[in-house]
């Protein structure tokens, strides 16, 4: 059974980085032809696609966010992570990391629980 | 960025009801070379992820029992439970695949009568 799981701080300040990664397990992240996605949900409110990334590296970003995130792979740990920089009160939320089900264009059909992370001094 | 559109924004449904929501996108996410609507529908209850209910508009999940049904195409979906369970207490999303960045709907909040 694929599962996934959110890593990371659960609380960053203002104007460093955000930094997660998510370990995939019952299936290795670079067998098939499967992407990888983060999404986010700020506390009470909807999702929002961060990016998502294949095993050979190949990325595809929000554009609302692409100056400052950064998803990359590293398939000998089965793990892909996310990079936020320069992170505000807006990016406080609720990170999940996904797989699509097939190629980037295709819907998210495994979740991890998700992890939030506070952006506060 | 394409917009999503839910309706309505909450919806109270007694048990055994029907409950249906809606949603509407800025514009087409059907793909004409393969004839596909590149729509999904998600359930998440309090404290959990998303689950996939419904891809490609209307092809159910595995496991997602078979009072959950989608329909529509281009730019007009819904997502049908054809008779309210308690456990079916949560907020839907729809989302569109079509191009990036991928969107989805505020959400609608379905709640028993």
């Known amino acids: 059974q694929m599962q996934l799981q959110e890593s990371g701080p659960g609380l960053v300040k203002p104007s460093e980085t955000l930094f997660l990664t998510c370990t995939v397990s019952?299936?290795?992240?670079?067998?098939?032809?499967?992407?990888w996605g983060w999404i986010r949900q700020p506390p009470g409110k909807g999702l929002e696609w961060v990016g998502s990334i294949y095993f050979s590296g190949t990325t595809h970003y929000n554009p609302s966010l692409k100056s400052r995130v950064t998803i990359s792979v590293d398939t000998s740990k089965n793990q892909f992570s996310l990079k936020v920089n320069s992170v505000t009160a807006a990016d406080t939320a609720v990170y999940y990391c996904a797989r699509h089900r097939g190629s980037y264009r295709d819907c998210l059909d495994y979740w991890g629980q998700g992890a939030l992370v506070t952006v506060s001094s | 960025d394409i917009v999503m559109t839910q309706s309505p924004d909450s919806l109270a449904v007694s048990l055994g009801e029907r409950a249906t929501i809606n949603c509407k996108s800025s514009?087409?996410?059907?793909?004409?070379?393969?004839?596909?609507?590149?729509l999904a529908w998600y359930q998440q209850k309090p404290g959990q992820p998303p689950k996939l209910l419904i891809y490609?508009?209307?092809t159910r999940e595995s496991g997602v029992p078979d009072r959950f049904s989608g329909s529509g195409s281009g730019t007009d979906f819904t997502l049908t439970i054809s008779s309210l369970q308690a456990e079916d207490v949560a907020v839907y999303y729809c989302q569109q695949y079509y191009t990036t960045p991928y969107t989805f709907g505020q959400g609608t909040k379905l709640e028993i009568k």
């Open positions: 514009q087409s996410v059907l793909y004409r070379s393969n004839n596909q609507n590149y």
């Open positions: 019952g299936g290795s992240i670079s067998s098939s032809s499967f992407y």
């Open positions: 490609w508009a209307s």
